[in-house]
């Protein structure tokens, strides 16, 4: 068994308007190894969500897989039947979403919730199931799990509503757990203790999570890789520790610039000009050619893929920058 | 200082035209028969009775161009005495009903329009209102559309015009029917309006630019006029399209119930009225083909609304 | 003190109610019920500066924004603009604090009326203060001058706000306020709604803003590392207090209070610097039922008995540093891990 655990490539994911068809996925190329974090960042707009529902298969109409696939764990999963996609979903791919409040159903108890979706997919009486509800509540760190079991989720707190989300996409036991902006909608102290549950089920069951956030600061904390999208394709992808503290492609380089430290004193942020474009707006070449300071005549002409970066293992950049320091 | 560029610079704006050809709308519009045969069907009765002294074939009203020879004539076939032809035929009184229609339906539309147009400043109004001061002013106008709401419109509307006629001395009240008319219809209709409004200016008050117009001190009646109400007024279009169709009704009903219009002026609802006693006589045209009319038009026109509401209704999209 | 400071806030408190309406609460014989958002707040700005409030959901910040700027008013203390409490004065001078205080919204693309072309937006206050007869030039020249004061272009008047990416519209909401020709802005979080690219756009904005026009902030943020980028001076609020109030680099160099130091070792880590830190436990409590006394107690790892009995006030611990903390007063805090 090799250690990639899913592997997305060429994935086009297009909206089809009433007189032009918009591309909103641009031949995303990305594996996920097993047991690993790999964040997924990037601003409004970039193709961040959008990647995480076509792999779990819940994009929304008109949306749809043009081209590429989607392989998880050896079966290829973009094109299945509707029924088959359901089982996969949650048995093999947990979703864990940005707003807490709308992902539990306000009217059934936090137990009826989890004991429902276990028994979905395990073969497990009720007491079994209650049971097993208990010990996922005791792994994502809710105190008194038992006591609370049969709360309806007004009774607790954001962060610990976010607590019980990640309990029941663990409940099928999935390998592969999609977070979604999971610490968006949270408080900064309950952020961290958030990051600090991932991050240790990642560590305890093996299990692989994609987390998809806007924001580097939890990239930096929670994963193992980070892919930087840009307009629907990956501008970067490689090591955290690579892309954070030596970013290649000159979009990571400004993004990080942007963030103001709480370290170092700095006068100016760096800033890149303009805005991500709209997806039906998008350059000719590189999309990032309007705002880059280090563009040439190429990148208006070609669309860069991902290159291999020489002195970097593991890091690929989808930026001309590189290729022709590859070939001179 | 940095100048942010938008990828690739905007053109100009384009022309309205061009806007109206890219819109939602029309294209919605485009793709749905019944609603292009509903608006059809709605503009050709509102031209036509708007047209009626120039197109009628007849004046039905000018009792010196009638022939009562010509009474009772079937449709599509000349008279027996004078060999005239009618295409709808004509009544008791030998006056012809395509003619007597196309100036009914003036009335009934006129009616309709004005009690619609009276509903929806009175609605809007108290609805802003209520939305935007809230407390006492708000729960004063909100109780008092509550009650009017557990009656029935025509209720309503009965009640008013019963109270009209006391009020008004009985040598006017022949002039003054169509008024008194369309202030009871209006009455019976604003509440629709004013709740409507009130939710949406109560969602809209607490936006931040309505808080930044109060940090200019922009007085609170401009706030209103400039800033709430034109981002209010998407379904107050709906609302209006649908209670034109319900007003005209309500018109027609009070009409045919003989409290309406005098018959010197009658609208759909009183040509009914007048074609209905004869209808086990077999005289079916005199009421039947108005009533046609009446049920074209009102389906037409909440078609149309209906469509509306969907169209500019951001989630069904 | 030499000079009197542009700002200066006293003994604010604000309470809402939020008791259930009369019938429930006749029926159900519940007793009114009050929200003290904002609780007993002191702080001065000086002319010129930047001071940054920051806090968490409940903290009552953003309360504190609306009464600055006088959209609600306090239920205790008051708030002297230049010296003067505006809900005492009148007419003429009432109107003139009024334009001199405006506000910075969060969301940008609510805060920007969507009927309303650009133009009209910005010149709004021009015509609501009756500015024009102060302007040098036509009406139409000083909206396009502003537009390009912010980094936009003058044609862009034509537009509707719909037209504009976030940060756009951002910027165009800086240049109303600029157009009021404030000296004092009140920003309520105003990026928290941008992409960090954009955000440092508009931070670095309204950062040359204040060097050109000699602008003073009051920013409001829960994101402490824009705060260390913009403040002067920073005070920290929890659950409507003001437990810590410092010059900017000190109370990061140096923070005091135990809440503050929580807040710092929650910042993820960006930078990946390695820097030491806590794990952070425990939520915010529900503010129409805080706790007694420090309202921070159940989370302090050093509070005991008199922190839950009494309400501690806040105290220098250092030149020009305060904090409301009994450990800090007694000493028995120890030294914390200084991050920058």
């Known amino acids: ?328 | 200082m940095t100048t942010e560029q938008t990828a690739g610079d905007q053109p100009l704006r384009p022309s309205l035209w061009r806007r109206i050809l890219d819109s939602d709308l029309l294209y919605s519009f485009l793709r749905k028969p019944v609603v292009i045969v509903s608006f059809v069907l709605t503009v050709i009765i509102v031209l036509a009775a708007v047209l009626a002294p120039w197109i009628a074939p007849h004046t039905p009203f000018d009792p010196a161009s009638l022939n009562l020879m010509n009474g009772f004539t079937p449709p599509f076939s000349a008279n027996e005495f004078t060999g005239d032809t009618f295409i709808l035929g004509t009544d008791s009184q030998g006056r012809d009903v395509f003619s007597a229609i196309l100036y009914g339906a003036r009335i009934s539309l006129l009616v309709g329009f004005s009690a619609v147009a009276f509903a929806m400043i009175l609605g809007v109004g108290l609805g802003l209102l209520a939305g935007y001061k809230g407390g006492w002013v708000d729960s004063l106008i909100m109780r008092v559309a509550d009650v009017q709401l557990s009656f029935p419109a025509i209720l309503v509307a009965l009640m008013i015009f019963g109270v009209m006629r006391g009020v008004i001395p009985p040598q006017q009240q022949d002039q003054m029917a169509i008024y008194v008319l369309i202030l009871a219809i209006g009455l019976s209709d604003w509440v629709q309006y004013a709740r409507t409004v009130r939710s949406s200016t109560m969602a809209e008050k607490n936006k931040e630019y309505v808080q930044a117009a109060r940090l200019f001190s922009v007085p609170a009646h401009r706030i209103l006029l400039k800033h709430i109400l034109p981002n209010v007024t998407g379904p107050i279009l709906v609302i209006a399209t649908i209670g034109l169709a319900l007003a005209i009704i309500l018109e027609s009903t009070l009409s045919f119930l003989g409290v309406g219009v005098p018959a010197t002026q009658p609208s759909l609802g009183t040509l009914i009225r007048i074609g209905q006693d004869y209808l086990f006589s077999g005289e079916w045209w005199i009421t039947i083909f108005p009533g046609l009319t009446l049920l074209v038009l009102a389906l037409s026109v909440n078609l149309l609304g209906d469509w509306l509401r969907d169209a500019l209704n951001p989630k069904l999209r | 003190m030499s000079s009197q400071p542009l700002l200066h806030v006293e003994n604010l408190s604000r309470e809402f109610d939020v008791s259930k309406p009369w019938l429930n609460r006749v029926i159900e014989r519940l007793p009114e019920q009050h929200l003290r958002a904002v609780d007993n707040v002191s702080f001065d700005i000086p002319r010129g500066e930047t001071f940054a409030l920051v806090g968490e959901s409940g903290s009552g910040k953003s309360t504190i924004a609306k009464l600055v700027v006088d959209l609600i008013r306090p239920t205790r203390g008051r708030i002297l603009f230049d010296g003067k409490n505006l809900p005492e004065t009148r007419g003429r001078e009432f109107i003139t604090l009024r334009r001199r205080v405006q506000m910075i919204f969060q969301d940008p693309f609510a805060s920007l009326n969507p009927r309303w072309r650009v133009g009209d937006i910005i010149s709004e206050p021009i015509y609501a203060f009756d500015l024009t007869s102060q302007l040098k030039t036509s009406v139409t020249r000083r909206v396009e001058e502003l537009l390009e004061t912010v980094g936009l272009a003058g044609r862009d008047r034509h537009k509707f706000p719909h037209e504009f990416s976030g940060g756009q519209r951002q910027r165009i909401a800086i240049a109303r306020a600029l157009s009021a020709m404030p000296d004092f802005l009140v920003c309520d979080e105003p990026t928290s709604a941008l992409d960090v690219s954009v955000q440092a756009q508009i931070l670095n904005l309204m950062r040359d803003l204040q060097e050109e026009l000699g602008l003073t902030y009051l920013f409001i943020s829960h994101d402490m590392s824009v705060v260390r980028h913009m403040a002067d001076r920073i005070g920290v609020l929890y659950l409507g207090a003001l437990v810590e109030n410092a010059p900017a680099q000190e109370l990061f160099r140096n923070p005091s209070h135990p809440y503050t130091r929580m807040l710092l070792d929650a910042i993820p880590d960006h930078e990946m610097t390695g820097r030491k830190r806590k794990p952070v436990k425990g939520e915010i409590p529900n503010p129409i039922d805080p706790p007694s006394g420090c309202t921070f107690h159940p989370r302090c790892e050093y509070a005991n008995d008199r922190c839950k009995a009494e309400v501690p006030h806040l105290i220098a611990t250092a030149s020009d540093h305060y904090a409301s903390c009994f450990a800090v007063e007694e000493g028995r805090l120890p030294k914390a891990e200084a991050i920058a």
């Open chain 1, 1 to 328: 068994m090799n250690d990639v655990l899913l592997s997305v490539r060429d994935l086009v994911v297009e909206f089809p308007k009433r007189d032009k068809v918009l591309t909103a996925l641009d031949h995303i190329n990305l594996e996920v190894r097993r047991g690993e974090i790999l964040g997924m960042v990037g601003e409004s707009g970039a193709g961040k969500s959008l990647t995480g529902a076509a792999i779990i298969g819940l994009l929304e109409p008109p949306g749809r897989i043009a081209h590429g696939e989607i392989v998880l764990d050896g079966q290829r999963i973009d094109n299945l039947p509707y029924g088959q996609m359901r089982r996969i979903r949650g048995r093999k791919i947990g979703m864990v979403f940005q707003d807490p409040l709308t992902s539990l159903n306000p009217i059934l108890t936090i137990a009826e919730q989890l004991i429902e979706t276990i028994r979905t997919h395990l073969p497990m009486n009720e007491k079994q199931a209650r049971e097993r509800a208990v010990e996922l509540l005791e792994e994502v760190g809710i105190p008194a799990a038992r006591r609370r079991l049969d709360d309806y989720p007004h009774h607790f707190s954001g962060g610990m509503r976010q607590r019980v989300v990640i309990a029941l996409a663990l409940a099928g036991e999935p390998d592969l757990i999609i977070a979604d902006e999971p610490t968006t909608a949270l408080d900064v102290s309950v952020q961290a203790q958030i990051i600090d549950v991932l991050k240790r089920l990642c560590r305890d069951r093996g299990a692989s999570v994609i987390l998809v956030t806007h924001d580097m600061g939890v990239i930096a904390e929670a994963a193992d890789r980070v892919a930087v999208l840009y307009a629907g394709r990956v501008a970067e992808i490689g090591p955290v520790r690579q892309v954070v503290k030596d970013p290649s492609h000159p979009y990571t380089v400004g993004l990080m610039g942007s963030i103001p430290s709480v370290v170092h004193d700095i006068d100016r942020l760096t800033q890149i000009p303009g805005s991500m474009p709209r997806l039906d707006n998008i350059p000719q070449g590189c999309a990032f050619n309007p705002r880059c300071s280090q563009v040439h005549d190429r990148c208006y002409r070609d669309r860069p893929n991902l290159i291999a970066v020489e002195s970097k293992p593991d890091n690929q950049v989808a930026c001309w920058l590189f290729d022709e320091r590859a070939s001179s």
